[in-house]
Structures are given as C-alpha cells and as structure tokens.
C-alpha cells in the first residue's frame, strides 16, 4: 500500500500546462470582446489597432534571433554539407509546385464563381486601387540582391527573414567546418536559443491584448456593410482554401508521411488561433519552429524549412491573387481569357517573391503585380480593400497549415524526422513545454543518424 503512493508523485508538470490553458481562453475571450467592441463603438475600436500591431512587433522582435540560432545549430550538427543541400533543394522545389497548385486550384474557383459580374467602379474605388501600389515591392533581380544584407549585422536589425538566412547558413557551414573547434561556439549559440524563448514566451502572455486590439481595428474600421457586397468572393475564397488544406495538403500528409492531418492541426491549435486573432502568420513562426523541433523533425530540416516557407511557400496567398485578379477584371467588364489568365499568374507567382517582406503584402503584392503586367486592373483593387483584412485571415491561416505540412514532408523525404518521437508527440504522450518552448533533453537527443558519423567522431 505504501509503495503505491510515491508513484502518483509527479503532477507539477500538469500545473505549468494549466497556467497557458487559461491564457489561450484569454486570447479567445479578447476576439468575442475585440469583435462587440468594434460593431458597437466602431471609431474607438480603430484607435485600439496599435494594441495588435505592437504585439504583433514583439513577435517579430524575435523572429530573426530565433530563426538565427536554429539554423547554427542544425547546420552545426550536421556532419555533412550535402545533406543541408539537399534539404534546400527539395524544399525549394515543393514550394515551386505547390505554388503553381494552389494557383490552379484558384483559377478554377475563380472560373467557376465569377464573383465580380456586375459591379460598378467610381472614381474613389480606383483611386484607392492605385493607393495600394507598393513602392516596397521589388522586381525579382533586385529581390535576389536584397537577400545580401550591408552588414553582418544588420539582417538582425532590419527583420528581413531571408537576410537572416543567407547570413545563419554562411554561419552554420562556418561552424561545421570548424568541426570540434567550432563546438564551444554552439554550445553558446544553444544558451541564446534558450534565453531567446524564454523571452517568446513572456511574450506570448501579452497575446490576449494585442489580439483585443486588432479584432477591434479590424471590425470597426470595415464593419458588416463592407462584407456584404463581397460575401461571394469572401466565402470562395475561405472554401478554396479550406479544400486545399484538406483535400491537397491533407492528402498528401496521408500517402507520404502517414498523418492525420487533424492531429497535426490539433497540436498546433493554439498557434492557429494566435494567427487569427492577429491576422499575421509571422506571429506564430517562432512557435512553429520551436514545436517542430519537439515533434521529431531535426534541427537542420526545421531552420532551413521554415524560415524559407514563410518567403516562398505562401499557398493561401497564391491562391488569393488568382481570385482577385479574375474578380477585378470580371468587375471591370474585361473578363480574362485561360490564355490571358495563365500569364498573369506566373508573373503574379515570380512578383509575390519580391514582396515576401512588404507589410500587408498579399494586397500590396496583388497591387504591384497587376501594375507591372496589366495596368489596367489596377484601379479594381479599391473593391477589395474593404475585406482584404478579413480575407487575410485565410491568408494567414493557409500559409502557416502549408508550411508546416511541407516540414513534415520534408522531413520525412530526408529521413530527418523521428517517426516514433512524431506518434507519442501526437497522441500527448510528450506534452510541448509552454513554459521554455524547449526540451530540456534538446542538446542531448541526437540527430537522425548516418553512415561514417562514427569514424568522423573518432578522428576528431
């Protein structure tokens, strides 16, 4: 009898979980207040839109410290250079092909829906149309040049995620070919990747604040009378991306990794809720990182998938342009042929590149590529600016469900995932640490092995 007492000991664990539980029905208190805030006092709930934008901010504050560690130490570890090659190389062309489906799939919808037959553009509608034109965007050559930051320093300070990149992986190689002389290096690396998410998580519990203020923002500054004009491309555009996450990305999970992708989308409930409660999949890359990581997926696959999906794997955004773009020229009375259509597509799919980093960059992206490919079209963005937030929503949510699929794909292609470590995470047999977004066993648990590790270990 006695001895069976010790062994219901252990409950302190169970008690730090709680504590987030109770933030994350905050967070969802905050939208249901944000939300009557803003259809009953509507001008009071824009003045409340720099509660989200800043907290927004504080999640990017640590985008790039976060996304510079992680790569050090995946690329560190990695005994040869080769396999982070082959990492970049097979997650760059699934981004290619799933751009160019969810693209298609949009087109379809697009084709079939015609949402935009007989509206009338006034002199303000086209107006704010060209006010959207961002002077951020850029051509694709100069994008390519823009990734080479002036300084070592500055891809921190700037928050430009691919300049972090280029700059973590030039660091990482550096390491690896440091090999036991570059160890002490990581291991310092590995103290400010912990103290870096120790700082995320205080963070987060500023989350029911900032999500009341950009509820509130967004519904007063739109209200229900700028839905209603627009239900119909608004609700095909959220079925389409609805049936691209299930039936696409859903299927996809099922033949090539053996997931379900409800469970998937279950562990990360509590980051889908924090994009759509501030209408930003960048407020949850941090967090994505982190929990990949604890899923199973090696450092390497997760630094170099990620950083990399939120530049060049923006399904839901694809998927936006091709539907506008056809409900603008339906709206302005020059409905599009297929051959007309499948240029500006492509273009539209090399142009959102140039914009990965402009602010609100699905509009602004829309914006600058109809002004550079077809002029005309420009003046119908103005009759979409009223739901662009709203439909940002799906924007967001979209993205952030492809990258993380193509992070378990990825993984699973190249063998750099724990597939054991996968079913116990997700059955809740290891609980996600909400307190550090660490594992305390992270610097210990080897990577996936390979061939000829051990004789490099002993010749160094």
């Excluded at 509660?51 to 050090?72: A, D, E, H, Q, R």
Aim: aromatic share 6%.
């Amino acid at each position: 009898m006695a001895a069976s007492t010790p062994d219901t000991a252990p409950a302190a664990p169970a008690a730090k979980r709680d504590r987030t539980h109770y933030l994350y029905i905050a967070v969802i208190a905050a939208v249901a207040l944000g939300i009557a805030v803003g259809l009953i006092w509507p001008d009071a709930g824009v003045e409340l839109k720099p509660l989200g934008t800043g907290f927004v901010n504080l999640i990017k504050m640590m985008i790039s410290p976060i996304i510079f560690c992680t790569i050090v130490l995946g690329i560190g570890s990695v005994r040869k250079a080769a396999k982070v090659g082959a990492v970049g190389g097979i997650a760059l062309g699934y981004f290619l092909v799933m751009s160019l489906v969810a693209l298609s799939i949009g087109l379809l919808v697009g084709n079939v829906l015609h949402p935009g037959d007989g509206l009338h553009l006034t002199d303000a509608v086209k107006a704010t149309g060209h006010d959207q034109v961002s002077a951020d965007a850029l051509p694709p050559v100069d994008f390519v040049l823009s990734i080479i930051p002036v300084t070592f320093v500055s891809a921190f300070t700037e928050g430009q995620v691919l300049q972090t990149l280029l700059v973590a992986l030039l660091a990482g190689f550096a390491l690896q070919a440091m090999g036991p002389a570059g160890r002490p290096v990581l291991r310092g690396v590995e103290h400010i990747q912990r103290l870096v998410f120790r700082i995320l998580a205080m963070v987060m519990w500023a989350a029911p604040v900032g999500a009341f203020g950009a509820i509130a923002a967004v519904v007063g500054s739109s209200g229900v009378d700028a839905l209603k004009s627009l239900a119909v491309l608004m609700l095909g555009f959220y079925v389409t991306c609805v049936l691209f996450v299930f039936l696409v990305l859903g299927v996809l999970l099922r033949v090539l990794a053996g997931l379900n992708i409800l469970t998937l989308f279950k562990y990360l409930a509590r980051e889908f809720l924090l994009i759509l409660s501030t209408s930003s999949s960048e407020s949850a890359l941090p967090r994505l990182i982190a929990k990949m990581e604890h899923l199973g997926v090696s450092k390497a696959v997760v630094g170099i998938t990620v950083p990399t999906g939120y530049s060049f794997n923006l399904d839901g955004t694809m998927i936006y342009m091709t539907m506008a773009s056809l409900y603008i020229a339906d709206a302005l009375g020059t409905p599009m042929s297929i051959g007309e259509q499948i240029p500006l597509l492509l273009f539209l799919l090399l142009a959102s590149k140039g914009a990965a980093g402009v602010s609100g960059a699905g509009l602004a992206t829309l914006a600058g590529g109809l002004q550079s490919h077809k002029p005309a079209l420009v003046d119908g963005v103005g009759l979409i600016v009223g739901i662009d937030r709203f439909m940002s929503e799906a924007r967001a949510l979209t993205n952030f469900a492809g990258n993380s699929v193509a992070t378990v794909l990825i993984g699973t292609w190249t063998k750099e995932i724990d597939k054991d470590r996968v079913r116990r995470v997700l059955a809740g047999e290891l609980p996600f640490d909400e307190t550090t977004l660490l594992d305390e066993d992270q610097a210990e648990r080897p990577e996936v092995p390979e061939q000829g590790s051990e004789k490099e270990l002993v010749r160094a």
